[in-house]
Structure formats: C-alpha cells, structure tokens
C-alpha cells in the first residue's frame, strides 16, 4: 500500500542554520503530496503542498519540490527561527485521506 | 467555535471500561475524519465521514472501535473494552467538502487515552 517514509529526529539546529527534512514515499498513481506541521500544544497544520510533479510547495520561508523521478517530496528552510521547532509530517492523497510519515522533531536554538 | 474541538483532551481508562471521544467540527465542514497517533508514530487513518454518512471505516482496528455522526455535526468514537494497546492520541479533522479535496484537514489537539 501507500506509504511515507521520513528522516529520523530530532534534529537540531542553531539559528539561521539551513534546514532539509527528508522524506520519501511509495504509491501508485500520481498522489498529492504534503508537509504538515504540529507547534507545541497545537494541533496538525498544513505548511505546504504539491499536487503533480515538479510543482514546488512554499510557504512561511519553507519549501519542497515534488520529484517524481526519486519519489521525494524533501523539506527545506534557508534559515531557520526558534519558532519553527516543532514536529513536521510528510503526508500523501492518492484519494480522499492523508497517509502520514512518523514525523520529524525539529529544535531549534538561539 | 474558530476551530475543531475535542473532549476530553486527557482520559485514563481501565482496562475493559468504555470509552467516548467526541469532536466539534469546524462549522460547516462536510468531512470529518479521525486519527490515531500512538507515541512516536504518524496519524493512522481510522474513519471518515461526509456529513452523516461514513463512508470510510477500513482504519477502525477491531470491531470494539464504532464512529458515529448521526447529525453530520459532532462525532463520537467509542471504543468498547478498551486494551492498553488503545493508549494513543485521538485526532479528529473536518473539512470543508470531500469533493473538491485540497488535502487540507483542520485538525484539533486531540484527545490523549491511557489505558492502565
């Protein structure tokens, strides 16, 4: 079946570092594909999204660019806030629901 | 309310009793979805509902899990004889209308089960 498959956190960064999250997925067809993000004592978010290949989602200084040719869908932010610690979901729609990667801590230091 | 509400965010059960989770969607939103989140782990799809139809229940892991929307408003999870393996995060999502899917869900913080 479908799946997402995430790079392992936490991972720790200092301020103003560059950021990647990897994530890789197997599916059939052609899936949209998502990052979702979950700040502490909040719930599940959408940051960005991608809905056929080559098409870059971007949003808040982040972006991914949906690759058909590796299956990826990586996480990047040229510099990064405390405010963006958090945990990050790489999520795909081949229908009508969301398939969910296991996550990936982000912390982020002064 | 602005946006999807869950009760309670903290139940402990004993093992075999009874639960109900419910959840306040967005108002207006068609679709309602709901999630498990074990520790460590992604959102496991359990259910979906478009109003009061479920249309969706493949997620649910046994039949002691049952989904309900009878006024495609709130919904309640029941899960019957709880195991502690049932110990996770209950996440429900609405949004807005299933036929122009965005895979964009509004989800709530989430309802935390222990099963002791």
Same mark, same amino acid.
């Given at each position: 079946? %479908? !799946? ?11 301020? $103003? ?15 949209? /594909? ?25 949003? &808040?200084?982040? $972006?991914?660019?949906?690759? &058909?040719?590796?299956? !990826?869908?990586?996480?990047? &932010?040229?510099?990064?806030?405390? !405010? %963006? ?6 999520? /795909? !729609?081949?229908?009508? &629901? ?13 | ?16 009793? @009874?639960?109900?989770?419910?959840? @306040? ?37 046994? @039949? ?32 807005? @209308? ?19």
């Amino acid at each position: 079946g %479908d !799946s997402v498959t995430q790079m392992e956190g936490p991972v720790t960064l200092s301020e $103003e570092a560059f950021l990647t999250i990897n994530c890789t997925y197997t599916a059939t067809g052609y899936p949209s /594909l998502f990052w979702y993000v979950q700040y502490p004592g909040e719930g599940l978010q959408l940051l960005l999204k991608a809905t056929k290949a080559d098409d870059k989602g971007s949003n &808040k200084g982040f $972006e991914a660019t949906y690759r &058909k040719e590796t299956t !990826s869908f990586h996480l990047e &932010k040229g510099s990064v806030q405390v !405010s %963006d610690s958090a945990v990050y979901f790489c999520a /795909l !729609s081949n229908t009508d &629901k969301l398939i969910f990667g296991t996550g990936t801590r982000l912390q982020v230091f002064p | 309310g602005a946006g999807v509400s869950q009760s309670p965010r903290y139940k402990v059960a004993k093992r075999g009793q @009874d639960v109900a989770l419910r959840c @306040d969607p967005i108002s207006g939103h068609v679709s309602l979805f709901w999630y498990q989140q074990a520790l460590g782990q992604g959102p496991e799809f359990l259910t979906y509902f478009q109003n009061e139809a479920q249309l969706d229940k493949s997620g649910l892991p046994s @039949d002691r899990f049952f989904a309900e929307r009878p006024e495609g408003s709130v919904s309640t999870l029941k899960i019957q004889r709880t195991q502690q393996e049932d110990s996770a995060v209950y996440l429900c999502a609405s949004s807005l @209308d299933w036929r122009e899917w965005t895979g964009e869900l509004f989800f709530g913080e989430g309802s935390r089960l222990t099963v002791l």
